[in-house]
């Protein structure tokens, strides 16, 4: 709290400070026991049309902001896992509002490459591409959006529309002013509601202050379960290298079967397929017990999705932990080192499109994210809070895949590619 506090001083003075909270991308992966799905023919699938090249284009531009975070956070120490797709829906929402230098900055650091209007109709057909498959009832995926404004105040109708058509947000009035404690409460209620109890208190005491003017909200709710699940007697203790001096025992889950695995120079990429076969964990895994830092230096959005794309269907063994892990970052230096920093400046940013006026800046980013993968399948939920004032088939041995070191991994949604989670494995164990 002492960091909220010192956020929120520059503001004191002026008269009309307005509050921007951002409480984003609470995503969540529930898997149950599973069921194996076969190949069904595309006329009787009941899958959702491929995405337009709108959506993919927006896909690949959150995947390249994503992988532009992941180099961003990859210093800190231990596991790490995020939503990038969570955080470029939030931050979009919010750029909705930015204007001047602060829009052209927020856009090169999101790396949009269309105009306004075509990014937000673009985030539009991706969210309405996922929804589409999830109706398939093989699994559940829910995207959820809100606008809570601070009582008398007035917001510009063009940046209303855009958050209602765009991101479904609807506009909720709140006394910021005069309780806002009780706003906190709303809003986390209503966070832990969309993520099913799995988000609880997003917005810590004080986060919302007399001061707060508005805060955005997105949710994304996934329950799914492996294609294929891991048989649970056959998870055993085993040996998980931590670096090449240190080991621990780890729950190690192990699977053979036809599956997609890409053997590349210095690194094997597995793709795992959720019930539905419309998502999927991909895993990175280093050949070298001490490869994964090589693989972070040169991991781009470019080559992550060149190497899951060429995973081919062969016989595979698979040992891989079964783990939980829990990740917790304030992102604002980050983006701010990615292009962003007048959006941090009160004297230099610029949110006027959703007032008129320039007297919003964004405080703080936190980004908090969670993931359980065992042997049924992956539940995960990460939730950002941004703060401002006023090949062919090889019949022989089965490829080893034994992710016992460090590895990264994400799951994407595989018809638009876009990255929905990121993420690396480097203890099993914490």
Known sequence: MDRFRRLRTPVAAPARALGLMLAVGVALFLAAAARGVASRSPGGSGRAAPPDPAARSVARSNNRFGVDLYRQLRGAEGNLFFSPYSISSALAMTWAGARG???SEMARTL???MPQDSVHAAMHALRTRLEDAAASGRYELAIA???WGRQGQDFLTPFLETARASYGAALERLDFAGAPEASRTTINRWVEEKTKGRIIDLLPPGSITDLTSLVLTNAIYF???WAEPFRKDWTSDAVFHLDPARDVRAPMMNRSGKMLIAELQGLKVLVLKYEGKDLSMAILLPDRVDGLADLERRLDADSLARWIDGAR???VRVSMPRFRTTSEFLLQDPLAAMGMPSAFDPKTADFSGTDGARDLFISAVVHKA???VGEEGTEAAAATGV???AAEARPLEPIPFVADH???FLIRDDMSGAILFLGRLSNPLL
């Open 406 to 408: 460090p590895f990264l």
């Open 223 to 225: 329950k799914g379960r």
């Open 313 to 315: 269907l062969e016989e």
């Open 101 to 103: 230098s602060t829009e």
């Open 370 to 372: 969670f993931v359980d």
């Open 387 to 389: 703060v401002g004032e």
């Open 111 to 113: 790396r949009f490459t």
């Open 145 to 147: 959006n809100r606008l």
